[in-house]
């Protein structure tokens, strides 16, 4: 067996796979319960997959790989205080900011310094905000396979655009996010009454701008790349305006997901046609 693909199993499928069967169980409790229990399961699956992919997990950490996976702690926390899924927006504020502090620390002489990172990070500050907000306001007018599938088509996108930047191990990083997400997906397709919107909810906005952030800062990825992988968040902002959308969950999602991907279908061919050797 490959190497890339055992480690693949072993860091994202089985603990993907893990967590169905946790947050299955924990959808037999009820609210707030229920979202406190399934957060802290979200946040310790990609912390145990992201240590079982790059083998460390030091304190404090050395390095974004290491922080993205406090960063995730820090996230279950939050959802711990308000598991209702309706923080404040000056929480919310406060949140991003101390997340995308703790990931960027170990640029921070090179960021500070610097008129276009400084721009930037505005940027990425506005844009995990935006998402975040995105989700709350929408979170009851699509289905939540949707609300899962879509992150998923970013998540995915993100993954390739990393390794198209020669990056085989933060791409596999975010292979444990897509596998966590498809997981959530089938339970939202199968058993949507068993899973908490407020624990999701953080992860499926704001943790991903968080990696797309570290993506470019530690990878140099260009950052209007991060603004066509958002296509899919655009789609559900805009998804009451859409006449033509079914109404079955399942079918909802695809032709949600069809208006999603011809757009950035067309944008990850092209990123690797010119991404030349991944290796």
Same mark, same amino acid.
């Given at each position: 067996m490959s190497p890339i693909l055992a480690a693949l199993i072993r860091s994202a499928f089985v603990p993907a796979a893990i967590l169905a069967g946790v947050l299955f169980l924990a959808g037999k409790f009820g609210e707030p319960f229920r979202a406190r229990?399934? =957060?802290?399961?979200?946040?310790?699956?990609f912390v145990i997959g992201n240590y079982l992919l790059i083998g460390r997990l030091s304190f404090p950490p050395t390095d974004g790989a290491e922080s993205l996976s406090y960063a995730a702690l820090l996230l279950a926390g939050f959802v711990l205080i308000y598991p209702g899924g309706k923080p404040s927006y000056f929480a919310r504020i406060v949140m991003v900011l101390i997340l995308g502090a703790l990931v960027l620390f170990h640029l921070r002489n090179q960021l500070l310094g610097h008129p276009v990172h400084q721009?930037?990070?505005? $940027?990425?500050?506005?844009?995990?905000?935006?998402?975040? %907000? #995105?989700?709350?306001?929408? %979170?009851h007018k699509v289905n939540l396979l949707t609300l899962v599938g879509l992150p998923l088509i970013t998540a995915i996108g993100l993954s390739f655009i990393l390794l198209f930047n020669a990056s085989a191990s933060y791409s596999q990083m975010v292979t444990i996010l897509c596998a966590m997400f498809g997981?959530?997906?089938?339970? $939202?397709? #199968?058993?949507? %009454?068993?899973?908490?919107?407020? $624990?999701? &909810?953080?992860?499926?906005?704001?943790? =991903? =701008?968080? #990696?797309?952030?570290?993506?470019?800062?530690?990878?140099? =990825?260009?950052?209007?790349? &991060? #603004?066509?992988?958002?296509i899919p968040y655009f789609v559900l902002w805009i998804r009451s305006w859409l006449p033509f959308v079914p109404k079955s969950p399942l079918l909802e999602f695809l032709a949600l997901a069809a208006l999603s991907l011809l757009p950035l279908g067309y944008f990850l061919y092209n990123s690797y046609?010119?991404?030349?050797?991944?290796y």
């Open positions: 229990l399934q =957060v802290i399961a979200i946040a310790l699956t721009r930037n990070l505005l $940027a990425f500050f506005c844009l995990g905000l935006g998402l975040w %907000s #995105i989700f709350e306001r929408n %979170s997981a959530m997906a089938v339970l $939202a397709w #199968i058993f949507p %009454s068993l899973l908490s919107k407020a $624990a999701m &909810m953080p992860f499926l906005s704001v943790f =991903v =701008v968080l #990696i797309m952030a570290a993506g470019h800062f530690y990878l140099d =990825v260009n950052p209007w790349k &991060m #603004i066509w992988l958002s046609v010119t991404a030349g050797p991944l």
